[in-house]
């Protein structure tokens, strides 16, 4: 049996989504096709061959509801007069809204892994790891087998690009994951949180810094009996700003 699945952040409200997982199944069976062919020619001539099961999926991180039908034939006119003709062919929707951490916890899988990450919308979601305990990361790193790291590794640098993380900093993250090491690769998850609050802070510290600097010029030129529409234009404060100040002295 094979597998299709696509990945959708908005959802499709158009018949564009079970169209394009059929275009998908279609091409899946058409390289079947070609490569029983080339094991054995003519096996796709004779009434006993069949194609295989190809089970479709919809990964969707959206965060509304998914509303779309599921079923290629709901989107087709006049489906109940030409029912016979046209496919009913559906696809299997995973939304990530459905599971909470703590589900994904239990599943324990690399699938789960992925779901974790992606619920990521800010670095200060980073902190949602804190308390996962070292040994689920061993237990899906364990799991994996060796020509899949790389895969997950990739996986795992293109949902932290959604951070818009640094390309250094994602290519250090799949470069631990990829060489075995999860719980350190989440270990640094946490440290970089933390680097990116204290940065925020010191950015805002400057801007503080910046701003009652400001205040003090305004301050003294109040004081040497500058007009006010000078101050407005050189300080770019507000009028009610200047007054509250000069209310102060």
Known sequence: MFVVGLVERQQKVDFR??????????????????????IDQGATKRKSFRYPPILPIVY??????WTSQTNY??????NGIFEAYIPKFEYLLV?????????LLEKNNIL????????????????????????FFNSIQSKTPKHLTELMGEVIEVFLAKLDLPKEQRQEFRKIA?????????????????????ERGRKEGRKEGIKEGIEEIVKNMLVEGIGIDIILRVSKLSLEHIMSIKEEL
């Open 95 to 103: 939304a990530a809204y459905d599971y909470t951490k703590e589900d």
């Open 178 to 198: 990829v060489e075995g090491n999860l719980a350190e690769m989440f270990s640094q998850f946490e440290n970089y949180s933390v680097r990116e609050t204290l």
């Open 17 to 38: 989504m079970a169209f394009r997982i059929l275009q998908n199944v279609v091409l899946i069976w058409n390289e079947f096709e070609l490569e029983q062919e080339a």
């Open 112 to 135: 789960a892994l992925f779901l974790l990450i992606d619920k990521l919308k800010s670095p200060d979601d980073f902190s949602m790891f804190d308390d996962i305990p070292d040994e």
């Open 73 to 78: 034939f709901d989107k087709v006119y006049l």
């Open 60 to 65: 969707y991180t959206g965060d509304s509801k």
